[in-house]
């Protein structure tokens, strides 16, 4: 998972993709990067670290240019390498910048192609600089001086043709301007927006319809399922499917966790959807708890509140804030290492004593993973005087690794992996357990767009919809994603970071 935002305009943009480099950063928060484009020649910062600590004041003057894209990083593949950070850039041919939301899921057969038959060399163990070299081998067949939007499309093709996985991109060529494409099955979000002004017509292409808002462009729509969009450094605007059975099945995660609220994500709304979530779970509890004991509601911040304030109402229960968010620390899920992410519950969250003494308590969050986070949140409930704490997920169990550009953990790792609800409850210390059901979460957000017939449930069902998922490449991730190895991969890119940055950047 990571945030995209690209920028055609008429007055500098380096300022406008910071900004919506930061309201993407819950998209990524290990690294963040800026390039923008003047007369030809490409302007760039990139490094390690959240937008705020990457970009200084000396930064910003040097990214010239009315034509940019920006990118926040979370590690889904490769490494925290400082030198992972995107977006990645290759001369050849004609000078391609690309960033890249997603995950290939045969990235290790086109590494081996795009040496041993494009003959090109990567630097890096990131997919995403896979996907920028098979798209700049494919446009290289164009065999072409100058190119055009269609070129890029017909590169866009065999992008597809060659690349599995989920995938969102955003590129710059110079002689061209800005461009992006979605997958064919729409598993990463993108949308496209424009704002008018007196100078005329300003674009920009990101993750979340919310980037679009913070600068003031009015969202025109997401890019279709194979889809590719142009706009030229004049302005001109162009749009192209390139898939040859584009299959509309956004990842039904980004509803449940990862976009933000107040975002539009293929015609539904974030926020309604996780209404809808708390209004389903409420049934649900009703159903299988009738004569419940709850006294009080709370959600575990940020993401769960908007259910949890649903499902509360339909309960007819009180609804508080036990926990007060520290808004400084970082997203716990998307932290590497078991004792990171424990130790990081109890720096992020502080519960309110006066809540919770002598309660029933219902906690509502936005779905468990391994467990850890979940256990210490319990915990913390009873060492606030609860009496008594239940446990509601907005989503399902998650039973199987998410493939897609979600570093879940290995299935190993999960804690509804080989559990039954009650066998969890115990694992995480609850005294009842609640999960959403799979067909209402599918109702809960496709409620939002009829259009959309089937959603990637993959981390739910074990139904992955690409196809071409098989045992041997769950096991493969399997080994690579244990907090055994994450704790090998933080260490390395530690030691990488050392030598990198020998000299100070608090200037």
């Known amino acids: 998972m990571c945030g995209i935002v690209g920028v055609v305009a008429n007055t500098p943009v380096n300022q406008e993709i910071y900004d919506a480099l930061t309201v993407l950063q819950h998209r990524g928060q290990d690294a963040a990067g800026i390039v923008t484009c003047e007369k030809g020649r490409l302007y760039q910062r990139k490094d390690n670290g959240m937008v705020k600590d990457v970009f200084r004041t000396r930064h910003m003057r040097d990214l010239h240019g009315v034509v940019g894209i920006g990118h926040v990083r979370y590690p889904t593949a490769g490494s925290s390498s400082s030198a992972e950070a995107q977006p990645f850039y290759v001369n050849s041919p004609y000078g391609i910048v690309m960033g890249h939301n997603g995950n290939l899921t045969n990235a290790e057969q086109l590494t081996k192609e795009i040496y041993e038959q494009d003959l090109r060399h990567l630097n890096t163990n990131s997919d995403s600089e896979v996907l920028l070299n098979v798209f700049a081998h494919e446009l290289m067949k164009q065999k072409k001086l100058f190119i055009d939007a269609e070129d890029i499309f017909n590169a866009v093709r065999g992008v597809h043709k060659r690349a599995k996985g989920g995938y969102a991109a955003v590129g710059i060529i110079p002689s061209i301007g800005v ?204 060492d606030a005087g609860a009496k008594k704490v239940y446990f509601a997920s907005a989503a399902p169990a998650v039973r199987f690794p998410y493939v897609y550009g979600i570093d879940m953990p290995s299935a190993s790792e999960l804690v509804a992996n080989g559990r039954d609800t009650a066998q969890i409850a115990e694992f995480i210390g609850a005294d009842r357990l609640f999960y959403q059901d799979l067909d209402d979460l599918v109702d809960a957000v496709g409620f939002g767009n009829k259009a959309i017939k089937e959603f990637d449930t993959s981390c739910f069902s074990g139904c992955y919809i690409t196809g071409d998922i098989t045992p041997e490449y769950l096991a493969s991730i399997d080994s690579s994603r244990n907090d055994h190895a994450q704790a090998k991969k933080q260490q390395v890119a530690q030691e990488s970071v050392g030598i990198h940055n020998g000299d100070s950047d608090e200037d």
């Open 179 to 382: 461009f992006a494409f979605r997958d064919p099955f729409a598993l990463r979000p993108i949308v496209v927006g424009k704002r008018v002004t007196e100078m005329g017509v300003d674009y920009m292409v990101a993750s979340e319809s919310v980037a679009l808002d913070a600068a003031g462009y009015q969202l025109m729509r997401d890019l279709d399922p194979g889809e590719a969009v142009v706009i030229a450094n004049e302005g001109l605007i162009q749009f192209e499917q390139c898939a040859a059975k584009p299959q509309l099945t956004p990842c039904i995660f980004e509803y449940v966790y990862f976009a933000r609220p107040d975002s539009m994500i293929d015609g539904v709304s974030v926020y309604k959807s996780r209404l809808r979530m708390g209004e389903k779970l409420a049934y649900r509890i009703m159903k299988e708890f009738p004569d419940n004991d709850i006294d009080v509601v709370m959600p575990i911040p940020d993401t769960s509140r908007t259910s949890a304030l649903e499902l509360a109402t339909i309960l007819n229960k009180p609804y508080r804030e036990g926990f007060i968010k520290n808004r400084y620390i970082g997203r716990t899920f998307i932290m590497p290492g078991q004792t990171l992410r424990k130790k990081s519950v109890r720096q992020k969250l502080n519960p309110v004593p006066l809540e919770f003494e002598g309660k029933n308590v219902l906690l509502v969050d936005d779905s468990i993973v391994r467990g850890t986070t979940s256990g210490e949140i319990v915990q913390m409930a009873r």
